[in-house]
């Protein structure tokens, strides 16, 4: 009787992992499989339960054969064979995940396909160890910090840098930070945590991969003001935005187009000043940070305005440059 119960169950297994829409099996070849799990089934009840699978939801198309035997596979799937690829080459590429937590990732994305697609699933791509994660702990931190912000608690956590010899050198003497959760940050590959500290009376940003032991506390944390945007607070504090808004005006050669959509996104107004160059206005925050993505393209780029801005790029180079002396 049990077996009968997992009949059902063994059957659409079979056919998940052994099927997809290039590979088929006959009902022979399903009732041979299932007295390989120590189910016996006929003809008949095999036809039932496939059609009771597809009352179920599940996609399972048969191919008639006149004169021969009809063929089973399931047509479709939760996640296509594309989407897993798009998957795994991003598993592949996160700097969050480590190699080895890759490797367990992809194979459970294995599992919801074919054995046959599956194979298609070992992407040949190499991704150096120096651009993964080296600490799964940062899976079990963004787990608990999510469940701090379902739950609106603060949180508490020991927060540290490395010294110049690697290891940790804890900040606020080792003692817990006890801040307010609101949302997670992705930037430049590194996650971060955006939470209210009351000791500065301000939101602050931490590193998820420099928090060690976090806990949720029983306090309440502390509620945004009405009407905050926090996709706006974020855009300003990562990447180049972490300074004075002003708008600038660029010039660029045109071999920098691309990088300047990467930078400012298709919605900036790019306009021909000739046929080899192209000016930018955008408004953005002015930092140090903003002046070395400049740095990069050399000659290539322009700074036209404004002038405070101008002389600004100037004092910064010339810091840079009183280093070489």
């Excluded at 937590?101 to 194979?107: Q, T």
């Excluded at 003692?175 to 992705?186: D, E, F, I, W």
Aim: net charge neutral; proline share 2%; with cysteine.
């Amino acid at each position: 009787m049990s077996n009968i119960k997992l009949k059902l169950l063994h059957l659409a297994d079979i056919l998940r992992c052994e099927t997809d829409e290039d590979h088929s099996l006959s009902g022979s070849e399903l009732i041979q499989k299932l007295a390989d799990c120590g189910i016996t089934v006929s003809r008949q009840t095999l036809y039932e339960d496939i059609e009771l699978l597809k009352d179920y939801g599940m996609d399972i198309y048969t191919e008639k054969n006149f004169g021969s035997a009809n063929l089973y596979s399931l047509a479709s799937r939760d996640f296509e064979l594309p989407e897993l690829k798009l998957l795994v080459d991003t598993i592949q590429f996160s700097q969050l995940v480590t190699p080895n937590k890759s490797k367990d990732l992809i194979h459970k994305l294995s599992s919801l396909t074919s054995e046959f697609q599956a194979k298609q699933l070992e992407r040949l791509i190499i991704v150096t160890d120096r651009l993964k994660g080296l600490n799964e702990s940062v899976y079990y931190s963004i787990d608990a910090i999510h469940s701090a912000v379902l739950q609106k608690q603060k949180i508490s956590f020991k927060y540290f840098n490395h010294g110049i010899d690697k290891k940790k050198v804890y900040r606020n003497d080792g003692k817990p930070y006890t801040v307010s959760p609101y949302t997670l940050a992705c930037s430049n590959n590194n996650y971060y945590l955006i939470a209210f500290h009351d000791k500065y009376n301000d939101l602050s940003q931490f590193r998820i991969d420099r928090m060690e032991k976090i806990k949720i506390t029983d306090e309440p944390r502390r509620e945004l003001p009405k009407g905050f945007i926090m996709e706006k607070y974020t855009q300003k504090v990562f990447s180049m935005y972490n300074g004075e808004l002003k708008e600038v005006e660029l010039i660029f050669d045109n071999s920098l187009i691309d990088a300047a959509i990467d930078r400012f996104g298709k919605q900036v107004w790019l306009t021909a000043v000739d046929d080899g160059h192209f000016s930018v206005r955008a408004t953005l925050s002015i930092s140090p940070t903003f002046f070395s993505w400049l740095f990069q393209f050399g000659d290539k780029v322009k700074l036209i305005a404004p002038y405070d801005v101008k002389e600004e790029l100037k004092t910064h180079a010339e810091r840079f440059m009183s280093n070489l002396k």
